[in-house]
């Protein structure tokens, strides 16, 4: 017997998550902890790592590490982690066997089966990447399913007896989601989608590390945009204190010994407050309402007619966030929901729906829109000149999917025995604006004059955001189909068996190897230099504390306790970061 369960992949963190006696349950990673970040490394030992031990080792090995890798989906990019280049599909794929090495220590049982959530604004490509990192953590991927449709399933799971218009706010680490949906009598139905791929917690982050490094080269005269590692410890610093500000008005910005001038250790020590972050983060804050106004335009709707809107993703604390959709909704966003939880909890049930682990007696039903326009480039007649790279849709974006449309086309020359079938995504009526995705020949048209024959074009999306394009000749009812794939990164099925394969090897070198001797984490390691660095300056209180948590460490070392390591790697990480003389 195995399992399925719903993935939240994430840009910044990542979950599991299962359906417990009809309702969603998050299942902790094996360090107890519910989120497992987005992270993969390299150990000392030259074993992969993902999750915080590899995100700890982000600030004192930044070169072995990779974060915020789902930002590369879909492209050719690849990542290096200690001399070893891997995909960002692999990546990915790494993340995913680790979550789901977890949830089979959690059930005692295989795991092969998993809904894994995508942002609603992602590319085919993106899609076709995700659906491939499943397969090559060697998971069947049941459904690709929209992140802020899967947070409304989770909202609408205890609203099923109302009838209202919701928004779902989805803003995470590196992406920007936002969903319009109807519900009644347990139905959820997706109206329209809108986002930016390029949009999320991360950017805000970005902007303080800059004000950091800016603020560290005025006071020091050192500038540390090129040292990889001083600018690690920058970016972990900026989101400590940009996650402190959603609570607190000001707080202190502490970096010990973030370079070295003459020889002497120079640290980093500014305030900060949330007035100075909102003034850096404005503009950003500011672009997330556009997708907004976009997805209500679309939907046909204006803000008066929305119910209740839902923030889920870590960003959505912001609080200028949370000021700015207020302002626009005339009325406060829906606490009801988790928000690093949400989408995950949504994909449980997704899968636990589509497995008949949830019965369909609870009444939910969900449909999903296609984001982009999707057609194909034709030739257009302006008198007597003809242009080239018209964009015709064929499915447009906002469209319930599952969805088949077809167009019928005409030839445009004399004696045209060919056409080729190129095929667009994007708004724009020029193809030269859209994306485009993938193309093939349709051949064996009969000869005749111009706009004699007829070639009818069908799309069938699914509700996975796969496209497949047939086509058939009208007169000779010859056929020709094509699943678009343009992603530069897809393999052939071969290369996919290989790179499963290596994967896997690599994976089950590290799983499975005898656990090396206890020491304390690299950046432990260097964590307690800097700590032994600043005890002079502290006060007495303090002081004690720090030392403390030293002396700690030499005992957990000593006694070869792997599991105390970790917690006090994350313990006098914080206790570093919380110092304010």
Partial sequence: MSRTVGIDLGTTNSLLAYVNSGRPEIIPNRAGERMTPSVVGVDRHGGLIVGTSARHRLTSAPESTVAESKRLMGSAQRVRLDGRLYTPTEIAALI???????????????????????PAYFTDAQRQATKDAGELAGLRVERILNEPTAAALAYGLDHLDKEQHVVVFDLGGGTLDVSVLEMFEGVLDVKSSSGNNRLGGSDFDAAVVEWLAAAFARERGLDVRADLRAMARLKAAAER?????????????????????????ADLEVDLSRAQLEELIAPLVRATLEPVRTALSDARLDVKAISDVVLVGGASRTPLVRTLVADLFGKEPRHGVHPDE???????????????ALSTQHGIMITDVAPFTLGV??????????????????????????????????TTSDNQRQVDIKVFQGESRLVRNNVFLDQYTVDGIPAGPSGAEKVAVTFTYDVNGILRVTTKVVSTGKEADLVVDRSPQRLSDADRVAARERLAREWSAVSHAPAPPATAPDSLDDLVAAAQARLLTLSADKRTR????????????????????????????????????
């Fill in 96 to 118: 995913l066997r680790s979550l789901a090495d977890d949830g089979e220590r959690f059930f005692g049982q295989a795991i092969d089966e998993a809904v894994i959530t995508v």
């Fill in 377 to 410: 480039e034709v030739q257009t007649q302006a008198g007597r000149q003809r242009l080239d790279g018209v964009f015709s849709p064929i499915i447009p974006r906002n469209c319930t999917i599952p969805v088949s449309r077809t167009e019928v086309y005409s």
């Fill in 342 to 356: 949400a989408v995950a909890l949504g994909a449980a049930l997704q899968a636990a729906l589509k497995t008949g």
């Fill in 241 to 265: 204190a940009r996650c402190e500000l959603s609570a607190a008005r000001t707080t202190t910005v502490h970096v010990p010994s973030l370079a070295a001038r003459g020889g002497e250790p």
């Fill in 546 to 581: 720090i030392a403390d948590l030293v002396e700690q460490v030499r005992t957990a070392r000593t006694r070869g306790d792997a599991a105390a390591l970790s917690q006090l790697d994350v313990a006098l990480t914080d206790a570093l970061f919380e110092l304010d003389e």
